[in-house]
């Protein structure tokens, strides 16, 4: 049943989430819902140097977008933010290519199981919910971090 | 003539397409439903032969066309026990009540001090309008709360509906729930203290037989594309329109109009701005007449049949738990299920795989699931066309979502 949407590894990470739960120290928390099904997710990144040194969060929803959140932490948590980004673009190109993306696994690793997702576009803000929170996250953080440069 | 689901099916094309390999299961009726052929040939035809603008020209198909339209009101009008006068067209309940919250706000009866009712069981659309319209006016906004069973908790509508309630707004059935309401008593309450009445019945009218008049509310909205008519037509039927001042302004809604101002044509064109919704207009009344073929009491006979086989279906199976009345007195066919350790989102994808098509979400009715701590449930809804194997598929297919679930 719905093989090609719900791959063994989407599973795993619905089943045993990496990084979830709330962490301190963090520099932004942003909490983030999709309205038309009502998932939710609270997330706090740390950023130090340059670095996302941590990324913690808690929240409900479906397997596609716990998963994906989980995914998320494994990929951006200990890289630089410029990679981070990269990594996100990568992800945000994935999803939007309605199946007719062949994705990077060296870039996104356990990331390519949602491709098949790409082919759903319903379920399209389940699988960016998380991604979309961390990017939110990691704005503020640089732009705060930039005013304090200035200061 | 008895009612035969299988006759009744012949009518509805989609019913003999696949969906992922597997026969349409089609349980999806109260969000929207199907067109029956009919409908559609009804709607063809008048576009085909008499179609124009209405209430503008004197050519021939000006005047078939808005024959056809004022005909139309006339149907849906007797359809629900109202006058034809009494009965304007929107383009969907949303906008019914839009059109209400505008005009008792433009008429001035609300301010600081006064109070709008509403239930908790609302769907956004009749609950998001009277927010705004307390928001514009400082009125404040109170609610009944609800029951561990899905039911209106009415232990305090006296103090919750009191003299300074201008407006009691709330559905007939449940589109969650599938709560029916007892309309009857609140209708009472609202008189007592001299309130409005407002009943979203998009949930009731494809459903059951509806009165207005003895229902004895002051409005009533519902829509055509929960009734095997088109989207993009709605009703809302009025007990005193002439009352109202306009909410939208434009063509046709007036009766002079020079550059300092306007006087406004009566009810119902004083709230039909601009060209209205016509063909569909039109299709909403052959709905109206298949119905009324059909029997709505058939319908309900049928509906409360296929609901009881769910519920009882449901209750055994283990995991699986129902938000709402646990019996068919007083519901709707509206049924939300909760599966343990599933999202819901989850089970109408896997559902979907096995060609069953069920609603999921918090069916724009948030507060509801926020109510029973859900995030979201998912909805099976049964309408005329559904039979007895439909129920059985959900049951079995309920049974292999939790057995993917749970490897």
């Known amino acids: 049943m719905t093989e090609s949407l719900y791959q063994e590894i989407i599973l795993e990470h619905y089943k045993h989430p990496h990084h979830k739960g709330l962490r301190d120290p963090f520099d932004v928390e942003v909490h983030h819902v999709n ?71 060296d870039l996104l690793e356990d990331g390519i199981a949602f491709a098949g997702v790409s082919k759903y576009p319903a379920r399209v803000k389940c699988a960016l919910l998380g991604w979309m929170a961390w990017k939110d996250a990691t704005s503020q953080a640089l732009s705060s971090d930039q005013k304090k440069d200035t200061a | 003539m008895p009612f035969d689901v299988e006759v009744v099916r012949k009518d509805f094309p989609v019913l003999s397409r696949e969906v992922n390999g597997a026969p349409l299961v089609y349980l999806d009726s109260a969000s929207s439903s199907h067109k029956p052929t009919p409908v559609l040939d009804a709607e063809r035809q008048f576009v085909e032969q008499h179609y124009s603008n209405v209430h503008r020209g004197v050519h021939t198909l000006s005047q078939e066309a808005t024959d056809a339209y004022e005909s139309a009101r006339s149907t849906v009008a007797s359809f629900i026990g109202g006058a034809h006068d009494e009965v304007v067209f929107t383009k969907n309940v949303t ?16 301010g600081p001090g006064d109070e709008i009712c509403v239930t908790e069981m609302e769907h956004h659309s009749n609950l998001v309008p009277w927010q705004m319209l307390a928001q514009r006016t400082g009125a404040t906004l109170r ?18 509906v009191n003299e300074r309630t201008k407006l009691f707004a709330f559905t007939q059935v449940s589109n969650l729930l599938g709560t029916e309401n007892d309309v009857a008593t609140l209708v009472a309450r609202a008189k007592e203290v001299g309130a409005l009445t407002l009943v979203d019945g998009a949930q009731a009218v494809p459903h059951q037989p509806v009165d207005v008049r003895s229902l004895d509310v002051d409005f009533y909205a519902f829509t055509g594309h929960k009734m095997l008519a088109p989207s993009g037509v709605g009703v809302l039927w009025g007990r005193d329109l002439d009352a109202l001042p306009p909410f939208m302004g434009g063509g046709s809604m007036i009766e002079t109009v020079q550059m300092t101002g306007s006087t406004y044509a009566p009810a119902p064109e004083r709230f039909e701005a601009g060209t209205p919704v016509i063909s569909q207009a039109v299709a909403l009344a052959a709905a109206c007449d298949y119905l009324d073929a059909l029997g709505l009491d ?19 199976l283990r995991g699986v738990s129902v938000l709402g009345p646990d019996t068919t007195e007083m519901r709707g066919s509206a ?45 099976a809804s049964s309408y005329v066309y559904n039979n007895e194997a439909d129920i059985d598929a959900l049951l079995e297919g309920i049974q292999r979502v939790q057995e993917f679930w749970s490897a």
């Open chain 2, 335 to 379: 049924v939300s299920f909760v599966v343990e350790g599933v999202h819901p989102h989850d089970v109408g994808q896997s559902l979907d795989e096995l060609g069953i098509a069920v609603r999921v979400g918090h069916h724009c009715a948030a507060p509801v699931c926020r109510r029973f701590g859900v995030p979201a449930t998912a909805r």
């Open chain 2, 95 to 110: 906008e019914s009540v839009n059109l209400v919250a505008y005009a008792l706000g433009n008429r001035g009866d609300l």
């Open chain 2, 298 to 316: 058939n319908i309900k006979a049928h509906e409360n049949a296929l609901t009881a086989r769910l519920l009882d279906g449901i209750r055994d």
């Open chain 2, 143 to 160: 609610w009944l709360g609800l029951t561990d069973e899905g039911r209106l908790d009415l232990s305090d509508l006296d103090a919750v």
């Open chain 1, 35 to 105: 309205p038309t099904c009502g998932d939710e997710v609270t997330l706090r990144v740390k950023v130090n140097g340059g670095v996302v040194e941590d990324v913690s969060y808690d929240g409900h929803g479906c397997s596609i977008s716990q998963a994906s959140t989980s995914v998320m932490t494994d990929l951006v948590i200990g890289k630089p933010v410029d990679d981070a980004l990269t990594t996100h673009e990568a992800f945000l190109e994935l999803m939007h290519s309605r199946g007719q993306l062949e994705p990077d696994e």
